[in-house]
């Protein structure tokens, strides 16, 4: 397998684990916060697209999906254009709602469409390019998508955790 088909596969797997949380799930559930300082499972897969969508457009070159697709206006919500969630308050997480499944599903598939399309053109060289000297060391290409999936994967699992507490009450 290739540098492309590895990062086709692990995005993959983050787009089965986003569609299998979203799946038949209430507005009321997608809102609900578990717990007073959690996130809801709808600000979860808003994060994992938002992170996803910033990160890989920005390492590309190219607009984000969010605005690009119209997506800021579709879902309405009282947060700046650039805001990804990273560092949410309470308050916040709590603006992140309202958004349908269906409509978070979408977006994340947007996203997903635009990630593949980057990724399939990716050779191992590319993998170290330099793409971030604010950090030390300065971030390649190559540690940031893996950032990218490793996010991903851990808020999916998250939002599956919270789905089931959900589900068990």
Avoid: C, K
């Avoid at 692990?10 to 300082?37: C, I, M, N, T």
């Avoid at 300065?138 to 507490?165: F, I, K």
Wanted: aromatic share 8%.
């Amino acid at each position: 397998m290739d540098v492309s088909g590895v990062f086709a596969d692990a995005f993959g797997r983050v787009r089965e684990e986003v569609h299998a949380v979203l799946d038949g799930l209430s507005q009321e559930r997608l809102d609900a916060r578990p717990g007073p300082a959690a996130n809801s499972i709808g600000w979860l897969v808003w994060h994992i697209a938002r992170v996803q969508d910033d990160h890989v457009a920005g390492v590309a070159g190219r607009e984000q999906t969010w605005t690009a697709g119209g997506w800021q206006e579709r879902f309405g919500l009282p947060l700046a254009t650039g805001d990804i969630g990273y560092g949410h308050t309470g308050e916040q997480v709590s603006q992140v709602s309202g958004v349908s499944a269906a409509d978070l599903g979408a977006y994340y598939d947007a996203v997903h469409a635009a990630t593949l399309d980057y990724v399939g053109a990716l050779s191992a060289d590319d993998l170290d390019r330099v793409v971030d000297e604010h950090w030390d060391p300065p971030v390649t290409l190559g540690v940031r998508l893996v950032s990218v999936v490793n996010d991903n994967q851990q808020h999916t699992g998250q939002a599956a955790y919270a789905r089931g507490l959900l589900e068990s009450r």
